[in-house]
């Protein structure tokens, strides 16, 4: 099983250029192993992603892969699905890629719902340029576009994604990890567009300004944080302080448009 995954990896590129005990190197195993349950034909994948340090997963992929410009990953995806329909469209993007610089290319593409996978890493920070915040950051977060803590209010982005349309919307955390692969794996077999959050650890930018330790203690805060979301729907209000739902989040429809 090792053996057929590492497979997957383009290994001209190894050694990857991830922090020590970032978190990117969890969700593109969890891809990996999603990509390998649904034994696609390798010629029958393509991968496109943005820039950042998310989007540096596609070069370590060895398929057809495409880095592309900042906040565009979904629409050089668009045009790949378009040309070739036959395709499975994999988009990987940052949480600053994916929803400030490419946040209106997301919202229109959840509307278009084109049949295209994006799996958002969300390190909750601008990793690669420095830890400026995003529109992801938590409310009271310190990054250094924000010394003295956020004060904006950050999208949640599985109910931005859904009433912009997406039909499959869903998060887990790189501690979930086995749910992160199943959902990433039931995103890609929905034939429209599906968003999967996943929520990553970045200590070197976010977890150094806001004290939150080492990656083993990145790992504990989403494992005490995230709560399946029926649990989170049955807990009351008060205990839902501090607590992120995960999960699928709504029933997927059957995408009529796609076809
Ligand atoms: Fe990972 Fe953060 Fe380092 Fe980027 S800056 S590689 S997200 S730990
Ligand atoms: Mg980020």
């Known amino acids: 099983m090792e053996e057929a995954l590492e497979g997957y990896l383009r290994s001209g590129m190894l050694p990857h250029m ?15 192993r999603a990509l390998h349950e649904l034994e696609l034909p390798r010629e029958k ?7 950042g340090c998310a989007g540096r997963a596609a070069g370590y992929l ?16 668009t045009g790949v699905k378009l ?7 994999v988009v990987l993007m940052g949480d600053g890629d994916a929803t400030a610089i490419g946040g209106n290319h997301l919202i229109h593409a959840a509307r278009r719902d084109l049949d295209l996978t994006a799996v958002v890493f969300n390190n909750s920070i601008y990793g690669m340029t420095g830890g400026q915040h995003s529109p992801l950051t938590p409310q009271g977060s310190i990054s250094t576009t924000a010394p003295e803590g956020s004060n904006q209010r950050p999208f949640d982005l599985p109910h931005l994604a859904r009433g912009a349309g997406a039909g499959f919307v869903a998060r887990a955390t790189t501690y ?11 995103g890609i077999r929905h034939r429209g567009f599906a968003l999967v959050e996943a929520v990553t650890y970045c ?7 806001n004290k939150m330790g080492s990656p083993v203690e990145g790992l504990r805060w989403q494992r005490d944080h ?8 049955g807990l009351p209000e008060k205990d839902r302080i501090g607590k ?3 999960g699928l989040f709504y029933p997927a429809p059957e995408p009529e448009w796609p076809d």
């Open 244 to 246: 992120e739902p995960m």
């Open 62 to 77: 060895n398929l057809d892969t495409l880095h592309a410009t900042h906040g565009r990953a979904l629409t050089f995806a």
């Open 83 to 89: 040309a070739n329909p036959d395709l499975t469209v």
């Open 45 to 51: 994948l393509a991968v496109v992603a943005g820039i």
């Open 18 to 32: 991830w922090c020590a005990g970032c978190g990117n190197g969890i969700v593109l195993h969890c891809l990996i």
């Open 226 to 233: 995230f709560v399946d979301i029926e649990k989170y729907m």
């Open 176 to 186: 979930h990890h086995r749910l992160l692969t199943r959902l990433i794996e039931n």
């Open 203 to 209: 200590p070197t930018a976010f977890g150094r300004h």
